[in-house]
């Protein structure tokens, strides 16, 4: 069974993750995740850390001569900027007045910070926006770099994209040809299939950042060519749109979920709604239409995978709002740490990491994933059944 843990704190040495359950004799393309790093770091809107960091994969496990050895990968991703805060995040050292200079007591509204020193009991909230930041979805992008890796072996593609920026809608066609989407955002540095909207975005951001305030937006992710049928509807907790769904919204700042045509199939009847199933003897079965996103009882039914993440300004504000310190009870201003204008751009490389993970992980467990030739014949196999049906 696919899984994967990450640990790390935001300004400590390193981001850790380990990935198991990769079948054997994937070759891995280490320049493949670092260029995937890199587009994370990108976009307009960002702030001064991603001038700083710049993010390189380490392999310390599970790969030997490029191929997986189908034990747990071990991965590392080093924080430059930790060399400006090795005594604050040293963990071997006592606490000192000069180690704890940034002690942090007035927790930022739509953070973490106050509810996480709650539940831990934490009277510094950096023990706890160290961990809850969403540098650590560094590491859940190289993870999902592996898994697209390994799906692209199986033809199937996977891309995140910028859908709408604050209320500026940026995508109107909801393409599905993964390929014409990649050429298309590649040529802006907003992740947009509308060129002609880039000129407005950004004056959209120039101007949110001249108010010291942020934005959030809406990320579409387009997969095709997952096989029928993958998911289940047997058990609640086996039905694969759920899963994407509850990864998605683990990511940072995710405030709303959408499988295709999401919450606007509540305002269209029955008829407006439902894709209506065709037969070609060349195709076998397939939709007319992809509004329910390629799913149907918790399984996919073979058409392109369409998920939608709406995202939250980001909280941290230079124009703080009002908070109460922890300590003192006293109604101050927030603090305030680095922060972006918005983060939507590297927000669609993660949900897009997320969902790759998810489709990566019931492809293995659905057929065996130990060897990776053998896992291409067997689903090779699946789908001329399929066609056969």
């Known amino acids: 069974m696919m899984n994967y843990l990450t640990a790390g704190e935001s300004h400590g040495p390193q981001l850790t993750g380990i990935l198991e359950g990769i079948p054997a004799g994937l070759t891995i393309d280490v320049d493949g995740i670092n260029d995937l790093l890199a587009a994370r770091q990108g976009g307009y809107g960002r702030g001064n850390r991603q001038q700083i960091e710049h993010d390189q994969?380490?392999?310390?496990?599970?790969?030997?001569?490029?191929?997986?050895?189908?034990?747990?990968?071990?991965?590392?991703?080093?924080?430059?900027?930790?060399?400006?805060?090795?005594?604050?995040?040293?963990?071997?050292?006592?606490?000192?007045?000069?180690?704890?200079?940034?002690?942090?007591?007035?927790?930022?509204?739509?953070?973490?910070?106050?509810?996480?020193?709650?539940?831990?009991?934490?009277?510094?909230?950096?023990?706890?926006?160290?961990?809850?930041?969403?540098?650590?979805?560094?590491?859940?992008?190289?993870?999902?770099?592996?898994?697209?890796?390994l799906l692209k072996q199986l033809d199937i593609d996977i891309v995140g994209y910028v859908e709408q920026v604050g209320s500026k809608i940026a995508d109107q066609k909801a393409l599905l040809d993964v390929q014409e989407i990649e050429n298309k955002i590649k040529q802006n540095d907003l992740r947009v299939t509308d060129q002609a909207q880039v000129e407005s975005i950004h004056e959209l951001i120039d101007r949110t950042k001249r108010n010291r305030d942020t934005l959030g937006g809406v990320v579409r992710v387009v997969a095709t060519n997952m096989p029928v049928g993958m998911g289940s509807y047997v058990s609640f907790d086996q039905k694969l749109d759920g899963k994407i769904a509850g990864a998605v919204m683990a990511v940072n700042a995710m405030k709303g979920v959408e499988i295709g045509d999401g919450f606007a199939t509540s305002k269209n009847p029955g008829s407006a709604v439902?894709?209506?199933?065709?037969?070609?003897?060349?195709?076998?079965?397939?939709?007319?239409?992809?509004?329910?996103?390629?799913?149907?009882?918790?399984?996919?039914?073979?058409?392109?995978?369409?998920?939608?993440?709406?995202?939250?300004?980001?909280?941290?504000?230079?124009?703080?709002?009002?908070?109460?310190?922890?300590?003192?009870?006293?109604?101050?201003?927030?603090?305030?740490?680095?922060?972006?204008?918005?983060a939507i751009v590297p927000a669609s490389i993660v949900i897009e990491s997320v969902v790759a993970i998810e489709l990566a992980k019931v492809i293995t467990e659905t057929f065996d994933g130990s060897n990776l030739e053998r896992l291409k014949r067997q689903v090779a196999d699946y789908r001329k059944e399929v066609l056969n049906f």
């Open 57 to 149: 994969i380490e392999i310390t496990g599970g790969v030997r001569h490029k191929k997986t050895l189908g034990s747990p990968i071990s991965l590392v991703i080093k924080n430059i900027d930790h060399n400006h805060w090795k005594d604050i995040m040293n963990p071997l050292i006592d606490a000192t007045p000069e180690n704890t200079i940034r002690n942090l007591t007035r927790p930022r509204p739509g953070h973490a910070d106050l509810a996480g020193a709650i539940k831990y009991n934490h009277q510094d909230l950096r023990n706890v926006l160290e961990r809850s930041s969403a540098r650590e979805t560094a590491m859940r992008v190289a993870i999902g770099a592996i898994c697209k890796q």
């Open 274 to 342: 439902m894709d209506e199933i065709d037969w070609q003897e060349t195709k076998g079965f397939g939709r007319l239409t992809d509004h329910l996103g390629g799913f149907e009882g918790g399984m996919t039914n073979g058409m392109p995978v369409i998920v939608k993440a709406a995202m939250k300004p980001i909280p941290t504000l230079y124009k703080p709002l009002q908070s109460a310190d922890i300590k003192t009870k006293e109604i101050k201003k927030a603090n305030v740490e680095r922060s972006d204008t918005t």
